[in-house]
Structures are given as C-alpha cells and as structure tokens.
C-alpha cells in the first residue's frame, strides 16, 4: 500500500509506512526501524513489574514480578488462563489501569522509563510508540462516531498539524490495508454498520495509525469465529509487517500463538512460570503446568483417542501470597520442597533462553509422558463399541426441519420484505451410544436447530422424532412430559443456568419432585448424581456461587443427568471455561456417555472439542448442512470447499504445523440471510467457485446441490469396495475436489514466522 | 431525517385525536355542569337550566355521541372548542392561558435541564468526592421533598430576603403589577416576578436529570471504547468528554419526553402557589366546575405537548446517536 507512495530509496526496508508520516524521524530511529540494532537492544523492556489491586478481601496482588524484553519486530506471545495476570500486565504497561491500582518496577520503552508517567505524559506515548488492540470489538469503538473520525483522531492527537486532508487519505489508506473493500466510503460508516470481524480491523487500523514500535493485542481474536480469525490474524501480521512494530500477543488459546509468536511466556497466578523460544516451549516444556496446558487442549489434526489432561482444582487466590510454589497445590509432582518458597525463573540446561519456574525442571526432560504425570483417565469404552451403527435404537431423529422468519418492515401496516431461513431443511439422526456435533459459525443456524429441538410442537415445519415419541403424532402435554425425560439440556454459561437462590440440592431435586419422586428417593439419587459427575456429595447445601466455573458446568451437568436421560443436548458446553478446567470437564462427558449409555447431541463451535468427543459430526452454513459424517473422515477428508476453509482456520498448538501449512482465508463475512443466494449458499465466499471456469460457475449459481454419498471420487470408491460398507460422509457440493483460488491461499512457510 | 419525524408526527396527531375523543366522551358522560346551575339562588327552573346551558352549547338534554359530533364539528370546521357554563369562550381563555404557562415553565424547563446534566457530568468527573456527595444528596433531597413544600420554602425565602432588605424586591405571587410604564421599570417588575418561580421550580427539577446524567455517564466512563480511546493518547477527561459522554446522554435525551408534558400538564401546584393562572390549575378548576370543554381542552393540550415532547425527544436521540437514524 504505502510502499508505492514511500519516497524512501530502501524498498526492503519495512520503513515505508514512516515516511508516509510527516512526522520526521532521526536517523538512529531509521536504523532501529530498518532492523540495524544491535543486538539485545530491546524495544520494550519490563522488568519486575508488579500490579496491586485494593478489593473487599484484602490487597490483591494481580502481577508478581513480570520481566520480559521485547526486540523489535518480534513477537512475544503471553500465554496464560483468565485471573492469570496477562491483561493486567499488558494495561499496567499501556498505563492503562484505575488510579487505585499500585504499580511498581519499570517499564522502558527504548530506554525511557514508563512507570510513574502521569495520565498526560503517558499520551505521548499511548497510540504513538505503544499502541493496542483489545478483546471485543464489538464494544471498543465508540457507536456515535464513524470510522474514519476515530481513525483520523489517532492521527491528530499526535499529529497535530497534519492536514484534514492528508488525515483523511491516511486513514483510507489504513483501512484498505487492513482489508475493508471500498476503503473511502466506509470511513463513513458507523461501527454498528461492520460485523465483529470488521470492527477488529478498524481497530488494529486505529492502533497502527502512527506506526507504533510496540502492539500490544490482547486476544484480540477470542471474540471471532474462526475463519474471521483466520483472517484477522492475517491482518495483525500484515500490520507487523508494514510497520515493523514489535508485538506482544496475549492469549488464553495455544494454538493462536504457535504459528505467529517467536517467544512464549506462560503465566500462572501473576507469575511468568516458564518462559522461552517458542520450540522450546510447546516440544520440550519443563513446568509441569504448562505441560498440562499443553496436555488439554484437543488436536484438529490429529485423531487422537486418549484422554486430555485435566489439571486438578482451580488457581489460587490472590488475595493470599502463596508461599511455595504458586502451582504446587494442582501440580501432581509436588513434594515437599516445592512448599517451601516461590522458584524463580531458572535457566534449563542445554538452552539459550528457556527458563522455568520449577525445581524439578530438570528431571522433566523431552522424554516424560504428561498423560503419565498427571493421572490422565483411561479412555471409557461404551457398551455400544463393537455394536454398528445400523444396529443400534435410534434416539433422536430429524426429518426435514425448517424454521423460517418473515422479515417484516414498516411502522403500523407491516409488510414482508423477505425471509431469513434460520434452519432449512435439516434431516439427520442419532443412535444409541453416539455423540453427535453440529459445527458451524455464528449465524448458521446451530442454536436454532436446538431450540426447534426442544420446541417439539405439532405445527413445527418438519418432523421430530425424540425416542419414538414424534412431535407430529401427539405433542400434547403428556408426550412432552415423556419427551422431557427421554432428552435433557446442558447449556453454556453455567453461571447463568443455574438459580443463584437455589442450593445444589434445590437444583438437582428440581426435576426429580417433577418426576413425582419421594423425598428419601431423591435424597439417594442426589448423593449419586453428586459422585457421578465428580463433586463432594456434602457439597449439596452451597450455592452456585460458591463454585468454580467448571463445577457449575458439573452441576448443570448433574441437572441433567437427574431424570436418566437417553439424550443429552450439549450446548455449547466447554466454552465458557478455561482450558485446563475444560479438559475435566470433557472427559468426564466422555466417561458418562460410555458409563450410562448415553446419546449426545452437541453444539460447539470449537472443532478441536467436537473432533475429540465426537462420532459424528454435520457442518453447518447459513442453516444447511454442509458435510456430514463420521467425524474422522470428515476432518482428515474434508469435500466441501466450507469445510476445508473452516478446518484449515483453526490454529493448531504445535508450531512447526502451524509454520508449514496452507491456510485457506475465506472472504468476507457470512452473508446476510436475505441476500441468500439462490443456487449453492456458498457462493459468495467459495475459494473453489472463485476458481471454477465461467462455464461451470453457472451450475453453482442456480442449482442446489443436494446433501450426496460420497462417490465421486475413485479412491474413495475404492475404499468403499474394500471395506464393503458405505462410506459414512455426504456433502453439498457439485465440484468438490476443484482447484482453489489461490488469492485465498495463504502460507508461511518459506518465510517462517515473519521475515524482518 | 425528516420524513422520519414527519411520519412520527401523523401518528402523534393520530393519538391525540383517539385521547381527546375518549377524554371528551368521558367527561361529558360523567361533567354535569345542570346540578351546579340548581345550585343558583334563586333556583332556576330545569327548563331554564336547558335553556341556558343550549345557548352556550352544552343542551344537557343530548346524548353523549350527539354533543361529541357537535363538539367535533365546531373545532373541525371553525376551530371552536365550545363555551363554559358560565359563558366564556374556551379559544380566548385558552390563548391566555397558555400564554402564561408558557413564560412560567419556559425558563424552568431549559435551566433544569441545563443544570441539571451540567452537574450530572461534573459529579460524576468527581465520583465519590465531596462535591459529588453534596451534589446528589442534594438531589434525592429534592426528588423526596413534595413539590408544594418546596415551593413555599422558597417563597418564604424570598419573603425573608424582602424583610432584611427592608424593601420589596421579589414578588412571591402572581405575574405582574398592573399599571407600569412600559420600559425599564416594567421589565424590572416583570423580572421580579419570573423570579421566584423560576428559581421554585428549577430548583425542585434538576435532581432527576443530575442523578440520571450522573449514573449514564459513570456506566460508560469505564466502557471498552474509552479506554481505546485513551490508548489511542487522549488523556482520560478527553477521552470522557469525547466519547462516553455523547454516549450517556442518549438515554437522558430520550426521558426529555416524559418530563416536560409532566411539567407543564402537572403544574398546577406551582401555578396555584404562586397564582400564576395557567392550564394546570384551570383543568382542575374545569373539573370542579363541571366544564366539560375546557377539561376536554386542556386533556388536548396535554397531549400535543407530551406529543412535541416525544418529537423533541425523538430529534435529540437522533441528532446524537445514529445508530437509530433510519435510511
């Protein structure tokens, strides 16, 4: 983009974006920027940070004594779960946190001390040297101004005598580097105008407006499906690129930072517990907790069928100082001499720059199993293993449900200008035994599908059949009543599914006195539910509030469980919780599925989580299904161009994959429902149409292509001959194993993570 | 813009329309101004009563749809709203009165509403500080204390300061001394009454909008969007006045429409303490006086001023938030 306009000789130089501002720069900083420092010479330099917060209970003492250095053009990712201390950090740096939060040790940005700056002096440097991008997008710009007035703002608070002008052609030029078509007319947008994915552009615009040496993103993609994801991590490193700032990338999620990140630091209750090059710490981690971390998080990519590595209880409180080490009460190596004063960060043998925070860091070399040290369970085996799937009852089963809404405008008359189709034809079932998922990004249909589910109404658009009782035959009171017990739900946030005035005991009698249960009856079957799902049974008597995240997430669990179920709706079930705590979470649906025979039908948006648990699995796009089918044929065989994108976008937690791999980035964002087009719904963003002859693109634009076996394909043919049995995968799609566009292919991997 | 505030404006005409039907067919089932008339010494006869009340339009003898149609008729083709029982014509005494409502709540509404963001946004600058404590006690002080209370306080205020001067400088009651000189004198005169109830009723009314603007502007002082746009280098006043406070006034905007019609169609306490004789205090007059037209007139005037207080309401919300501004 600005490299054309760049008066500058050196074109390799990523220094362009400078000259484009007229802020002149002195020649040691044109150096810096073009990478010619010398070694060592970090841009960002913490050391000892630490952040104190007054609360209700005490001093809490969020950050404990963060050092890192940041070299230019770098990325450093900062790993950790929520109330780890990341975000503190990354505010206490921006000199972004309340007044009342006590802030000590020292910052240096290229040598000048940060800490203790008052508010005004700070803004000199805020959006200039250090800018940042945060979480939400959807909440970060303000509502009531357009685009291009708060990108032009970034650039007249440090640019003062910048022309109107000059302002507003920067900031065309920002948001056309940041991938936003048509740049000059949606600077006049309002940000309720852009989806999320959109919005995060805008702000990493923002944030790069002045080419700031450093950019803080502090996750910045949680918000976002994944193949916005795809994109906009595309777009940050892009940014890195033209700007040659350094970045720190806060992250809760392994795999965002695999592929992009040069060094790691992993903290744990405030603390940088181990510290490294990137290689270093995910293929030969030496803190025990970072090796869980690593542990629990389920593979896309590979089929995997052990169990995850679920850590044990929950981080501590910091309202307390721990005295030994910060992990030890989790950590199932801990002995005594852990117990005794907090480790430092030490250096591993045998390693430059990799540190850790473990006595025991030494004994933990490349060859010790995680599933080993941290008890992993035994994969449950179900009763139904070695029964096939034709064999078995079916539990639940849709036969072409839609769920149409008129769109409807006007004031008094109210007329129909069109139809968002929610759900559109969905037909699908599950046996006995089976975990089914429903994958897909927001808008395509996923929670609809389950609230049509447990809808279970006569006049409904299609057929639900829930155990043999069928929506259509008799959706009286007393089917539903039979329907209820046959099929429960768990739902997402498990702080808001659950009554904050009932005990434990209250939640879980709740649909047992329903059932016409008697008192003594239920007492019994709550102290079994209680075991069942892993809590202490004389924990009955608390409040939800009186429990971590993922027991909730076990008590709506045990909720559910409460009047034997064949099937269980998941909705969402994981998402809400740490990794760590996920992982428990995950294998305990694993052991109850197998223990009581149960049939899941789950929704998530995670496909890692989905490829882990599932047998089956349906894609979803714009309320069709896309692909369905046996889940490991379908993430290591993938036919629809949608599929492919969506599995090729999700981050995997191992960096030389993630170096070496070809992304497809899918453009734009998922249509609106009412311009739905009329042949194939994925036209719009299909990398195999893009690519198709014009001759063949018209079959796409007219015809709908039906949900088919697989049999297009001579090997799979093949495979189907040998084998015998008809290959469980169907997919939407009349070209299936067509070229892709190669605008749409992106990869890394000749330059590594990024060139300077 | 503006077809949008045209077509919320049919549907406002189209609701005072349906309120003062409804208004006027009720009061003319339940008003019967007759008994009062056989109160008369001497006691007129029935025949006369009728005969009084048809001349001036009100033959109680009709029924209720027919006196409606009548009534109806008059305003849709001479713009007549009809007569009082004791003969005076609701049009002329309307147009005074309205005046006078107008010049007495006028200067209250705008300084309330000025004042009362104005220290919503200071107090809140100050979250927690003395000043901030003064100032919103001072307002659910106001909120709690019964308006006539109030204004007798400050009458009597006035009163007190009248008697250390030793001379008259405020009138407490009543809008102006007949007689004066038109210029400097009669201004003075005319300031002199403004005074006391302007300051009465601005003085009860800011609280609401203080508190309002003050808890608005703190729920966005910490939002996502002033802190980008403090990481963008504003300081976090600028970043405060720039951002969260166009924000916080989006719902303050929006109650403008219920307190002014609730001013102005409520006022009667105000205007009978200080005996201004405005609308409010004649529809409770109208009521007690059997007047089927002139309660039915000031229901009507109640509504167009709730009316242009929603459009009012509506243009505000729109000039500062456009993410309701339709295409």
């Known amino acids: ?756 | 813009m503006f077809r949008y505030l045209a077509k919320r404006g049919i549907t406002y005409v189209f609701m005072i329309f349906l309120t003062t039907s409804a208004g006027y067919l009720l009061a003319v089932s339940t008003l019967k101004p007759a008994l009062l008339e056989q109160e008369r010494i001497p006691r007129p006869t029935p025949e006369q009563v009728v005969n009084s009340l048809s001349l001036k339009g009100l033959n109680p003898e009709l029924n209720p749809w027919e006196r409606y149609v009548d009534w109806l008729t008059g305003i849709v083709t001479r713009w007549d709203w009809g007569r009082s029982p004791n003969g005076a014509f609701i049009n002329a005494e309307f147009g005074d009165r309205v005046w006078i409502s107008t010049r007495l709540f006028l200067a209250s509404i705008i300084l309330t509403l000025v004042i009362g963001v104005a220290l919503g946004v200071y107090s809140a600058a100050r979250q927690y500080k003395f000043s901030d404590r003064a100032i919103t006690a001072y307002s659910y002080l106001a909120y709690i204390v019964p308006a006539p209370i109030a204004y007798f306080l400050v009458q009597l205020a006035a009163i007190n300061i009248n008697d250390t001067l030793g001379k008259r400088v405020f009138f407490v009651t009543g809008i102006s001394t007949p007689g004066m000189d038109p210029g400097w004198a009669q201004f003075v005169d005319m300031v002199a009454h403004y005074a006391v109830p302007t300051i009465a009723i601005t003085l009860v009314g800011w609280g609401s909008y203080q508190i309002a603007q003050r808890q608005y502007l703190l729920d966005n002082v910490n939002a996502d969007f002033v802190r980008t746009a403090r990481a963008k280098g504003l300081t976090r006043n600028q970043a405060i006045s720039r951002h969260a406070l166009r924000v916080s006034f989006i719902p303050v905007a929006q109650s403008i429409a219920f307190t002014i019609p609730a001013i102005f169609a409520g006022g009667f306490f105000a205007e009978k303490i200080f005996a201004w004789p405005g609308v409010g205090s004649w529809s409770i007059d109208a009521i007690s006086q059997q007047d089927v037209n002139a309660a039915t007139a000031t229901l009507a005037y109640g509504s167009v001023i709730f009316a242009i207080g929603a459009i009012l309401a509506d243009f505000a919300t729109t000039l500062v938030d456009p993410r309701v501004r339709v295409q």
């Open chain 1, 1 to 756: 983009m600005s490299r054309e306009t760049s008066p500058e000789p050196s074109e390799s130089l990523p220094v362009s974006a400078v000259a484009a501002s007229p802020v002149g720069r002195s020649t040691a900083e044109r150096l810096h920027v073009a990478g010619l420092h010398a070694p060592g010479d970090a841009v960002l330099s913490v050391r000892d940070l630490n952040v104190r917060f007054n609360s209700e209970n005490g001093v809490v003492h969020a950050v404990r004594g963060v050092d890192f250095d940041l070299l230019p053009g770098k990325t450093l990712g900062i790993v950790g779960e929520s109330g780890s201390g990341k975000s503190v950090t990354s505010m206490a740096i921006m000199g972004l946190l309340p007044e009342t939060a006590e802030v000590n040790g020292s910052v240096l940005l290229k040598g000048k001390e940060l800490l203790g700056l008052s508010d005004k002096a700070m803004c000199k440097y805020r959006g200039k040297e250090l800018a940042m991008v945060f979480q939400d997008p959807l909440s970060s710009l303000t509502p009531v101004y357009t685009v291009g007035n708060q990108i032009v703002e970034a650039l007249t608070v440090h640019n003062p005598t910048m022309s109107k002008q000059a302002k507003e052609v920067r900031a065309a030029e920002l948001l056309g580097m940041v991938g936003i078509p048509s740049p000059k007319d949606r600077l006049k947008a309002f940000p309720h105008e852009f989806s999320g994915g959109m919005r995060q552009r805008v702000m990493i615009a923002i944030a790069i407006a002045n080419n700031p040496r450093v950019l803080i993103a502090d996750e910045p993609t949680t918000a976002l499906d994944v193949t916005i994801q795809a994109q906009v991590l595309e777009v940050l490193q892009k940014a890195q690129d033209e700007t040659g700032a350094a970045v720190v990338m806060i992250t809760h999620d392994l795999g965002v930072v695999a592929g992009i990140a040069d060094d790691i630091l992993v903290m744990y209750a405030g603390k940088p517990v181990e510290a490294g090059v990137v290689d270093d710490i995910y293929y030969n981690p030496r803190m025990p907790y970072t090796m869980g971390l690593l542990g629990a998080v389920p593979r896309v990519d590979i089929s995997e069928k052990s169990s995850l590595i679920p850590i044990e209880g929950m981080p501590p409180n910091l309202v307390h100082t721990p005295t030994g080490c910060s992990f030890a009460p989790r950590c199932p190596l801990a002995g005594p001499e852990c117990l005794t004063g907090e480790p430092p960060l030490r250096k591993v043998p045998g390693s430059s720059a990799h540190q850790a925070a473990c006595v025991k860091a030494e004994a933990l070399g490349g060859d010790v199993d995680v599933h080993d040290i941290f008890h992993a369970p035994p994969v449950p085996v179900s009763n139904f293993a070695g029964i096939p799937r034709e064999d078995r009852k079916t539990v639940l089963e849709l036969r072409d449900v839609k769920k149409h809404f008129p769109l409807m405008k006007g004031a008094l008359l109210k007329r129909r200008i069109g139809t968002v189709k929610a759900v559109d034809g969905l037909s699908f079932d599950i046996r006995e035994g089976e975990c089914f998922a429903i994958v897909g990004e927001s808008g395509s249909g996923k929670t609809t599908t389950l609230l049509e589910i447990m809808e279970f109404h006569k006049d409904q658009d299609g057929e639900v059949v829930i155990g043999g009782l069928s929506n259509k035959e008799a959706a009286d009171s007393k089917t539903k009543f039979a329907m209820r017990k046959e099929m429960q739900m768990v739902f997402q946030d498990p702080t808001g599914a659950l009554d904050p005035r009932f005990t434990v005991y209250e939640v879980l009698a709740e649909p047992l006195v329903n059932q016409g249960m008697g008192k003594s009856d239920i007492k019994k079957r709550i102290m079994e539910l209680m075991r069942l799902v892993g809590l202490q049974p004389d924990h009955v008597n608390r409040f939800p509030n009186q429990f971590s995240g993922g027991q909730r997430q076990r008590i709506g669990i045990a909720r559910a469980l409460a009047v034997n179920p064949k099937l269980v709706v998941l909705d969402e079930p994981v998402s809400a919780l740490d990794v760590s705590v996920q992982a428990g979470v995950i294998n305990l649906l694993d052991k109850l599925r197998a223990e009581l025979g149960l049939s899941y039908l789950m929704v998530a948006h995670d496909l890692a989580v989905v490829r882990h648990i599932s047998d089956r699995v349906a894609v979803m796009y714009l309320g069709k299904i896309v692909e369905v089918g046996e889940v490991g044929r379908v993430f290591d065989n993938p036919r629809h161009p949608y599929t492919r994108a969506l599995l090729s976008a999700i981050p995997v937690p191992d960096p030389e994959v993630e170096r070496n791999r070809e992304r497809i980035i899918l453009e734009g964002d998922l249509p609106t429902p009412l311009d739905a087009p009329t042949g194939c719904n994925f036209v719009t963003r299909c990398p195999v149409y893009a690519a198709l002859p014009e001759a063949k693109k018209q079959k796409c634009l007219t015809e709908e292509p039906p949900l088919e076996m697989i049999s297009a394909s001579r090997a799979a043919a093949q495979l189907e001959a040998e084998t015998s049995t008809a290959l469980d995968q169907r997919f939407a799609c009349f070209f299936p194993d067509g070229d892709l566009d190669q605008s749409s292919l992106v990869s890394h991997a000749s330059a590594g993570p990024h060139a300077p």
